[in-house]
């Protein structure tokens, strides 16, 4: 029995007024060989001026690292896809005369039956009426999914800290993004679940959480915090976006003995599963989270290839604005990546993230190590990420000697001080307050009780991402010698 709740009272005007396009509904009669279909607007695929495409890829187990340039013929993958189906050597390839042609909206079959299977494999969704479709990115499914289920005017509920981007397409759709608080593991259920009990007004429809790896905290719920997070939403009816492009990227914990540290190490497949956060989908048992996944930071961001998880008929929804929006992610990104991924198959697929998983595992304990080293313990705290990019690093502004005098007893104040300090000695960080969420509903929530402990606190963001190691260690090295300077020890 489908334990499926119906949540179409949940979508967005804009959702409710998109029709059937009557052309749509006739070309499923364009493969009929029984018709002769003068239907359609399509060009002719003769005159794709592309006959075949050839990629080179690292093949698996990676044994090198996902790094290394494969040099052996064992360790390359060639990729052929041809614009004909009869001319291509697999037939879960898909041909560009298919691919770069307009059609599938929804995503071509071959690489979303890929992704189901993938799906099923890590999250084993305890519904059977969910499904898959494709997207540009989680950047485009965040659109669709504000405009699917939102007015001008309604509110939706945000982490504190938010991914500034997700924040201001909310913004120009006149979406209010109320924060809720959160600690070094992501937003607290008690302090979610008091906001709601005490809501006034119509209530939020979303929460937008990035729960793995959290862009910019670092932070990462726990499967207690999801499952609680899950009956707040049962109870005060709201789905659950989880934006997840980092859930790829969890590592072994931090550990300072750096022996100790291989035997952490994950190797076997069903320990890199096992070892996964549970994801709220995962938990879903009424259809009320959509997942937004992407390639973007575990193949490249370039592909702009994205998919979204949920309930069926949510889906039809997004899959009606995005024949009039984005009709399809492209032909040649569909092509090439259902054409390695199969390559690959799923085991391949799974060595290629615990390879990410090695790497990033070792990128954060460098940075972490270098926090440790050179940054003044004093006055500072930071929790070593579990996941993701980004590393967070906490200061006690009411440490800083001339707070009350110079800084006007001012958190922020301290912050600006301290960016300007780093960039003086030749290192950023990006200031936590830019990624402040700031809405506010009318007639207002009643505010946050103001903390003492950590009123004064101000973080900055930084990536082990994106330099070379010897960088980082040089960058956060600068900093940490400009926080001792800054704040006087
Ligand atoms: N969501 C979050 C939380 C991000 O941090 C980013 C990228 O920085 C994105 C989405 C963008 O993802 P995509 O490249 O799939 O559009």
Redesign the pocket.
Known sequence: MSTVKDLTHLLSDEAKSRRNSPLKTAFKYFNDPNVVFLGGGLPLSDYFPWNKITVESPAPPFKNGIGATPSTAEEKIITEVSKNAAENSRSDDIPLSRSLQYGHTGGQPELLNFLREHTQLIHKIPYSEWDIIQSI????S?DGVLRTFTNRGDTILVEDFS?P??LETANALGVIQFPIPTDDFGIIPEKLAETLDNWVGAKPKLLYT?PTGQ?PLGSSLSADRRKAIYKIAQKHDFIIIE?E?YYFLQMDTYTKDVEARQGKAVHSHKQFIDALVTSFISIDTEGRVVRLD?F?KVLA?GTRF?WIVAQKELLQSIIKLHETSIQSASGFSSSIINGLLNRWGQDGYIDWLIGLRAEYTHKRDVAIDAIEKYFPKQVTHYNPPVAGMFFTVQFDASKHPNFATEFDSDPLKVETALYEKGLDAGALLIPGSWFTAKGQTNPPQKPQPVDEATKNHIFFRGTYAAVPLDQLVLGLERFGKAAHQEFGL
Do not use: H
């Open positions: 990115g989680n950047t485009q965040w991914f981007s997700a990035i862009n934006d492009p992407s973007s961001p994205g």
